[in-house]
Nanobody, 121 residues
Framework: QVQLVESGGGLVQAGGSLRLSCAASGRTLTIYGMGWFRQAPGKEREFVAAVSWSGSTVYGESVKGRVTISRDNAKNTVWLQMNSLKPEDTAVYYC???????????????WGQGTQVTVSS
């Protein structure tokens, strides 16, 4: 089992930046792929970014070029640096973990409770 706790959300003006953190406990994250997803009110959950155990990354089209995902396996922590934020980035952001060495945009096994990000215009 892996427990995930997100932090770093908040209210920011358009054009601003936020850095989300995801701290894991339980088993080591070394052989887990990690991802960030988001869900806005009335919308389906959307893939944001993922990072493999070795550091390979993939990004969703709506955030590509504005966000960076990174991880530190020794600290069991994953970060999502978000820049040039837009009002449409407003959502609850979730951290997720998936056993294995791969890089994935779906079918994650463990989820955090989420952290709210609100971008004002």
């Amino acid at each position: 089992q892996v427990q995930l706790v997100e932090s770093g959300g908040g209210l920011v003006q358009a054009g601003g930046s936020l850095r989300l953190s995801c701290a894991a406990s339980g088993r080591t994250l070394t052989i887990y792929g990690m991802g960030w997803f988001r869900q806005a009110p009335g919308k389906e959950r959307e893939f944001v970014a993922a990072v493999s155990w070795s550091g390979s990354t993939v990004y969703g089209e709506s955030v590509k070029g504005r966000v960076t995902i990174s991880r530190d396996n020794a600290k069991n922590t994953v970060w999502l640096q978000m820049n040039s934020l837009k009002p449409e980035d407003t959502a609850v952001y979730y951290c997720a973990a998936k056993p294995g060495f791969g890089l994935s945009e779906e079918k994650y096994d463990y989820w955090g409770q989420g952290t709210q990000v609100t971008v004002s215009s």
